[in-house]
Nanobody
Framework: QVQLVESGGGLVQAGGSLRLSCAAS????????MAWFRQAPENEREFVAA????????YYADSVKGRFAISRENAKNTLYLQMNSLKFEDTAVYYC????????????????????WGQGTQVTVSS
């Protein structure tokens, strides 16, 4: 089992940047495929970005491709999301998620595929 704690959210002007972090407990962080999702008010939770356990592969939603970058430091049990050129429509609560897998090169993009979730961190982009 793994516990996830997000941080780094806040209020930023459109065009600005934020870096989210997700600290994970446990000793086998590299055996988890990781992802970021977000949920705006009255919307369903949506996929943002995913990364394989080995960090060799990444996958992005079209809406954030070229602006956001997901990364991880397995030695520090930490997942990151660098968000640049933020837009008003990026405003949401951002969640990190973990899925245990022995497939080091696999990533997943559906909410239902992930077993563990953080509590979320609010990102608000002012226009």
């Amino acid at each position: 089992q793994v516990q996830l704690v997000e941080s780094g959210g806040g209020l930023v002007q459109a065009g600005g940047s934020l870096r989210l972090s997700c600290a994970a407990s446990g000793r086998t962080f590299s055996r988890y495929a990781m992802a970021w999702f977000r949920q705006a008010p009255e919307n369903e939770r949506e996929f943002v970005a995913a990364i394989t356990g080995s960090a060799a592969g990444t996958y992005y939603a079209d809406s954030v491709k070229g602006r956001f970058a997901i990364s991880r430091e397995n030695a520090k049990n930490t997942l990151y999301l660098q968000m640049n050129s933020l837009k008003f429509e990026d405003t949401a609560v951002y969640y990190c998620a973990a899925k245990p897998t022995y497939c080091s090169g696999c990533y997943f993009h559906r909410v239902s595929e992930y077993d563990y979730w953080g509590q979320g961190t609010q990102v608000t982009v002012s226009s």
